[in-house]
């Protein structure tokens, strides 16, 4: 054993005979003094009399007799601020089991790493792709297992912004990362004890900041800090102290890219942490980062240089890919009902609703069908055939059909004897194939056994196929429906298992092992399952979600797929499982849908007040139709009701109208929102929108919507007004043309009722909205004419006029653009007097074709803020009739109207 392992810290205010070093060679003064037991009570007493009341205000150290240690390596020191203490192994730990290479706060029982920490990796020359780090201490802070030997940083130059860290067993693997000439960033690693900084136009985008380095057999720890000024991410704004994430697919896990954004000096950076083993992400004070990963193989950090937001998640997206899927029906809501007990029943209902819906005109894009679709482990000729007949009772109501999957197979009731033989024998009937039998090589296994592992959701004892190499002949056979899909949401994906876990080995076994995994490994399959390669199951745990995402599109021929959760995958979409209804989680979906937009996931959707069974139909209903209104705004929308409708028709008189309305609302808005998410998210962070605006960054109160939208939703029951933080540039109540007075910053508090939902929209922009809706986006898209919002924005700017003097002129523009195909686009221009509409791109039939067009062609009125009060016709607005066709862009170079 190495010598420095033995060293054993010791205490003054322990009254115990001391052990130390005898191989020390330098006893210092305050040695001689502790080894006097009179004199160092007396010191003691002088010391906590006079010091400990000096520093416990910030300080709560530990005293160690601090000899150098005999690596020659720096010492490290415990007296580091309370805030900035890192907890060394789980930090909450008796003196007993804390590392004696740690410092111990005995006041608040909590084992820390000293600073530097002792806890490194070490190398002599400078840096390179080759160079084998040795570890500092041969052993970790977890159960004393021993580090691992050798260990290398790999650092891949991605981009000129896009850089990667990998610290990795050379053992397993070999690395070697490209380099680049130009690039916005340099990086340090120093040696002897690594230290690794990243730096950016900006300043320090990343340090680890000496502190710990930690591989071992399952558990790799690393430390970092992105900046000390505010960071976001993880779905949380802003990313507090205290904020732990654990990144293994579970429900209520992370749904999006584990990044970080962090502002430093007026811009924003972000970190990744691409983590496939189970990672716990943990924010502790002073914004430090710790992150440990239950793996043996390594660790691996991305940093993306910014400045802007934007520029960190196009990078993002870049790397995670991105969705090119998205088809104008997929903005409509989306229905699904669970209420029905039989599939005859499930049927009945089907029927009900779609005449009832179509009689009360209450749009709709599509529909779960009969039931969600769940794989049985028994599939005969008939058993899709309740699903197949509501598929064919939608599509005959011109709606679309998004079948509700979910990845596991149930294979029978769990307290049932008789399934128990039904592996083993071949099914009686023939027409049925026996999956559990003919298919027993795809199935995950019980702990080093053959047998299949049975999961349990509600009452069933269910199997989980390995989708990873999956066969045609096997997804044919598991799928008994013929109904052709519009789409597929994919549910309980991470996968689900209700079963009781026991937690204890889970404690022996694994060095590093707390609540929150537990929270995460509850209610997925056993954690040391087996795959069909004979690998353990929970280190490929991530890989689950994304090779069902994988299976289902390769049975489908790729047709639109939501997910709720994945794994660094980011063409597909997201969808919301398992959100209770309440007034927090209203609030908290519209963070983690702008959050999750900005971090790549741009197609995004939440289930309207909730897809749980918690729905109260008689004391919610106020959220419920707030949650309406606050859904108009999100990228995508289902409505799922389980045992208690929520669907329009659930509602009664106002409230009915209101669900209505606020569909409605969103199909005038479609033609906005689908020209926004070709080029960027919807719903967005202030932060994200106004990186330069010091005062908004941190709200969570307002949302912009796009470039040109802000929403300012009151969340709270019988609000009566809320207060707006004016972004930069002017703004207009986006239904009344009323203008918001007050400077960037200000706060400006407007009224409000349940029945609003505050909008204001920016000067400068125009919009088109859709109003006569029907009752498709599609059919909405290509009936109902256009109207538009024109925001005017006047500010002054200095010309110089004929005697060469300055004279201030008052200058009022507005501009915006409406995508309609890949290849036509509507571009608006005003000045104050004009409005100019021009065509990017010659796509005409998309509008004008009789047979091909998609898009409407005429627009109706337009209605103008911002203009002088004796140029408006109504109180904030001017509103002008006229009917223009757009068709006649086909032969104009563009069409202009008079505003003023
Ligand atoms: C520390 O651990 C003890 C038991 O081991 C537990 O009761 C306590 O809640 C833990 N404290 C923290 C802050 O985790
Ligand atoms: C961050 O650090 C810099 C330089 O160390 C310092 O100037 C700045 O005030 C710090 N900012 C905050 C918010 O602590
Ligand atoms: C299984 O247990 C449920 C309650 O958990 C009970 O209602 C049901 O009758 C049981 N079925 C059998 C076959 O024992
Ligand atoms: C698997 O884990 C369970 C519970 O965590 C434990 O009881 C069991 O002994 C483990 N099996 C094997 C083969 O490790
Ligand atoms: C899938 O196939 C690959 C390549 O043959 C193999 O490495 C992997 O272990 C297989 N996975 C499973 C779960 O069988
Ligand atoms: C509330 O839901 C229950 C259960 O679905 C239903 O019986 C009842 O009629 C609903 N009440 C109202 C007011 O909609
Ligand atoms: C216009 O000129 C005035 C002084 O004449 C100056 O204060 C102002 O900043 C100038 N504005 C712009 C936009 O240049
Ligand atoms: C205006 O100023 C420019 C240079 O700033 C000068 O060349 C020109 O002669 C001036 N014109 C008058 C009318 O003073």
């Not at 977890?142 to 850089?163: A, G, V």
């Not at 009772?393 to 998004?402: G, P």
């Not at 079948?403 to 033989?421: F, K, Q, R």
């Not at 296994?445 to 196929?465: H, M, Q, T």
Request: aromatic letters at 10%.
């Amino acid at each position: 054993m190495l010598p420095y392992a033995n060293e054993k810290k010791e205490e003054i205010v322990n009254e115990e005979p001391y052990e130390y070093d005898k191989n020390a060679k330098q006893i210092k003064w305050y040695d001689a003094v502790l080894l006097n037991r009179t004199l160092r009570v007396a010191i003691g007493l002088v010391l906590l009399s006079v010091l400990i009341p000096v520093l416990l205000y910030q300080y709560i150290f530990v005293m160690t007799a601090e000899r150098p240690p005999l690596d020659g390596f720096s010492t490290g020191s415990c007296v580091i601020q309370r805030s900035a203490r890192l907890p060394c192994g789980s930090g909450n730990v008796s003196q007993e089991e804390c590392h004696p290479q740690c410092c111990y706060d005995t006041i608040n029982k909590i084992c820390f790493h000293r600073y530097p920490s002792r806890f490194s990796y070490i190398f002599q020359q400078k840096w390179s792709e080759d160079v084998i780090l040795m570890p500092r201490i041969a052993t970790v802070p977890y159960n004393f297992q021993e580090s691992f030997k050798t260990m290398k940083l790999s650092i891949d130059e991605i981009s000129p912004t896009h850089m990667s860290l990998t610290f990795y067993d050379p053992q397993k693997t070999s690395l070697s990362g490209q380099r680049i000439e130009n690039k916005m960033y340099s990086y340090e690693v120093l040696p002897t004890e690594m230290d690794i900084s990243v730096n950016g136009p900006q300043g320090r985008l990343f340090s680890t900041l000496r502190g710990p380095l930690i591989a071992s057999n399952n558990i790799w720890e690393i430390a970092f800090r992105v900046t000390n000024e505010s960071i976001y991410g993880l779905g949380e704004l802003p990313l507090k102290e205290g904020t732990v994430k654990v990144i293994y697919n579970h429900d209520g896990g992370l749904n999006t890219a584990p990044l970080i954004y962090a502002k430093l000096n007026g811009s924003y950076h972000g970190v990744l942490i691409e983590a496939r083993a189970p990672t716990e992400i943990s924010i502790q004070g002073e914004n430090n980062v710790v992150v440990r990963s239950i793996t043996s193989d390594g660790l691996k950090l991305h940093v993306f240089v910014g400045p802007k937001p934007a520029d960190v998640m196009n990078d993002v997206r870049k790397f995670i890919g991105s969705n090119k899927q998205l088809e104008y029906w997929m903005l409509g809501a989306h229905i699904c009902n669970e209420i029905a007990e039989t599939p005859e029943e499930a049927f009945e209902d089907l029927q009900k609703f779609v005449t009832s819906a179509s009689q009360e005109k209450i749009p709709y894009e599509s529909h779960c069908g009969t039931t969600p679709i769940v794989f049985q482990n028994e599939v005969c000729l008939d058993s899709g055939i309740y699903f197949d007949k509501g598929g064919e009772l939608l599509k005959n109501a011109s709606k679309k059909v998004i079948g509700h999957v979910s990845p596991h197979i149930i294979y029978g009731e769990h307290n049932s004897t008789v399934s128990e033989d039904v592996e083993k024998s071949i099914s009686l009937n023939e027409s049925c194939v026996n999956i559990a039998h003919d298919f027993n090589e795809f199935i995950i296994r019980e702990p080093n056994s053959f047998d299949v592992y049975k999961g349990l959701i509600g009452n069933y004892d269910v199997l989980y196929p390995d989708y990873e190499n999956i066969t045609e002949e096997f997804l044919q056979n598991i799928w008994a429906y013929n109904t052709e899909l519009d789409g597929v949401i994919i549910e309980n994906i991470w996968p689900l298992d209700e079963s009781v876990k026991d937690h204890e080995a889970k404690y022996l076994s694994l060095p590093y092992f707390n609540k929150n995994f537990e929270t995460a490994f509850n209610q997925t399959p056993q954690w040391n399952c087996t795959r069909p390669n004979g690998k353990t199951y929970y280190h490929s745990h991530n890989d689950y979600a994304n090779n069902f995402i994988d299976a289902v599109n390769f049975a489908s021929g790729g047709i639109p797929t939501w997910a709720s959760n994945q794994w660094r995958k980011g063409d597909v979409m997201i969808n919301r499982q398992n959100i209770s209804t309440s007034w927090t989680n209203l609030r908290k979906e519209l963070v983690e849908a702008a959050l999750g937009g900005i971090s790549g996931h741009w197609l995004w959707s939440t289930p309207i007040c909730g897809d749980t069974d918690n729905y109260n139909n008689k004391t919610q209903i106020e959220l419920c139709l707030k949650w309406y209104m606050a859904a108009t705004y999100m990228p995508m929308i289902k409505i799922h009701s389980k045992s208690v409708a929520k669907h329009p028709l659930a509602f009664e008189g106002t409230d009915r109208r209101l669900t209505i309305n606020a569909l409605n609302q969103r199909l005038t808005m479609l033609p906005y929102f689908y020209t926004t998410l070709q080029e960027g998210p919807l719903l967005r962070p202030m932060f994200y929108q106004f990186p330069s605006s010091e005062s908004l960054k941190d709200l969570t109160t307002q949302f912009s919507v796009g470039d040109n939208l802000l929403i300012v939703p009151n969340l709270t029951p019988s609000q009566s007004h809320v207060h707006v933080w004016l972004p930069p540039g002017s703004w207009y109540e986006i239904w009344s043309g009323f203008k918001l007075k007050g400077e960037e910053g200000d706060a400006v508090t407007m009224t409000t009722t349940s029945a609003d939902f505050l909008t204001l929209i920016r000067g400068d922009s125009i919009i088109a909205l859709q109003k006569d809706v029907e009752e498709t986006a599609d059919k909405t898209r290509l009936q109902s004419s256009f109207s538009l919002i024109v925001a005017i924005d006047c500010h002054f700017v200095n010309i110089t006029n004929e005697f060469n003097n300055t004279i201030q002129q008052k200058v009022c523009e507005a501009s915006g653009h409406m995508y309609m195909t890949n290849n036509m686009s509507l571009k608006f221009e005003t000045d104050t007097r004009q409005l100019k509409i021009t065509a990017v791109g010659d796509d005409f039939d998309a509008l004008c074709d009789t047979d091909k067009a998609i898009w409407a062609h005429t627009i109706k009125e337009i209605n103008v803020y911002g203009l002088d009060d004796k140029d408006n016709n109504y109180d904030h607005h001017k509103h002008i009739v006229r009917t223009i066709n757009l068709c006649e862009l086909e032969n104009n170079e563009d069409i202009t109207i008079m505003i003023t």
